[in-house]
């Protein structure tokens, strides 16, 4: 578990495209990560939760499976690629952030960068458009690990904003990217556990196939309601 605060950007020093496991093998120079890093720590690289295999007092390197490198933008480094590092959370962990699991759910293309006065807007559109129900206009979203507020969200059109200030410019790669390149997106968790809870509702309702008759009820009353309004009027 993570909070979507970036504590450090690391930089890629190597890269094993075929190591024995048949994944890749990546090594990112860092210092505050390595400072208490145990073997099998999890650890945040660009958002997306991966093990430490070695470590020294300079750097650290874990395995990326095949899978992964699919479904992420971590495919896409080389050497010297920049990306954003965070520890799991301790007992003592100051919760800045949000609850973010470092699994990825898609990836999104930079559609535009807009400066606002010392700030950068950012407009995305997610490669699967099923995450859009889950991002809501002044909630959360996790880009390449980093903690996010959503400013603006157009469904029909397929694609959400962010803002960067200054202060965060400096703090993660994303500021550095450009239009056309890929950013990993982990949405929050709790939009998918309401979405779950309330369709759990609804398929207990009346045998399990109670669903659209409550629905309809609902509309109905609300009709209903509206209709003896204007009649009143």
């Not at 898609?106 to 606002?116: E, R």
């Not at 309330?198 to 399990?208: A, N, R, S, T």
Request: negative net charge.
């Amino acid at each position: 578990m993570f909070t979507g605060i970036v504590e450090e950007i690391g930089t890629v020093t190597e890269l094993e495209p075929h190591d024995a496991t048949g994944g890749t093998s990546l090594t990112i120079s860092c210092a505050t990560i390595v400072s208490d890093a145990h073997l099998g720590d999890s650890i945040s690289i660009n958002g997306t939760c991966l093990t430490i295999t070695s470590f020294d007092s300079t750097s650290f390197v874990v395995g990326i499976s095949p899978e992964t490198l699919r479904r992420t933008n971590l495919g896409s480094l080389a050497k010297s690629s920049g990306v954003n590092l965070e520890r799991a959370v301790s007992a003592s962990t100051r919760m800045g952030g949000h609850f973010v699991q470092g699994h990825v759910d898609t990836v999104a293309t930079i559609d535009q960068v807009t400066p606002d006065g010392n700030a950068l807007t950012f407009r995305l559109r997610p490669r699967d458009r099923g995450v859009l129900r889950y991002v809501v206009e002044k909630g959360y979203v996790t880009l390449d690990g980093a903690s996010l507020t959503v400013t603006r969200v157009e469904d029909g059109e397929g694609w959400w904003e962010v803002m960067l200030i200054a202060y965060t410019q400096e703090k993660v790669v994303m500021a550095a990217k450009r239009e056309g390149e890929e950013v990993n997106v982990e949405v929050d968790m709790v939009g998918k556990y309401v979405e779950k809870s309330v369709q759990g509702y609804f398929e207990g309702l009346e045998g399990g196939s109670g669903s659209v008759g409550v629905l309809e009820r609902i509309v109905g009353r609300i009709v209903e309601e509206r209709l003896s309004r204007v009649n009143r009027s």
